[in-house]
Nanobody
Framework: QVHFVESGGGLVQAGGSLKLSCVAQ???????????WGWYRQGTGKQRELVAS???????NYADSVKGRFTISKYNARKTVYLQMNSLKPEDTALYYC????????WGQGTQVTVSS
């Protein structure tokens, strides 16, 4: 069972940047690398969506809405996944979560990102 702890959110003006972090904590020690990890977000009144993912070999994929602005990366030794978000827009405002792809039911608390216009 994996537990996710997200951090790094905050309030930022449009055009600003934030870097989110997610630590994957396992009850049983196992390798971190063999899974695809993703960042998801859910805005108020919207469905949760996958915005970025990173495969074990490092290949990345992004939703069209964030392509060119967000960068996902990971540090296997620390079991940590990052999301660098640049050129933020008000429509990026959401609660951001990390999870595997496909996701498990073990969602963390998420980290709130609010972008003001």
């Amino acid at each position: 069972q994996v537990h996710f702890v997200e951090s790094g959110g905050g309030l930022v003006q449009a055009g600003g940047s934030l870097k989110l972090s997610c630590v994957a904590q396992r009850r049983i020690t196992s390798t971190f690398n063999p899974e695809t990890w993703g960042w998801y977000r859910q805005g108020t009144g919207k469905q949760r969506e996958l915005v970025a993912s990173i495969r074990p070999e490092g290949d990345t994929n992004y939703a069209d809405s964030v392509k060119g602005r967000f960068t996902i990366s990971k540090y296997n030794a620390r079991k940590t996944v990052y999301l660098q978000m640049n050129s933020l827009k008000p429509e990026d405002t959401a609660l951001y979560y990390c999870n595997t792809v496909p996701y498990t039911d073990n969602w963390g608390q998420g980290t709130q990102v609010t972008v003001s216009s």
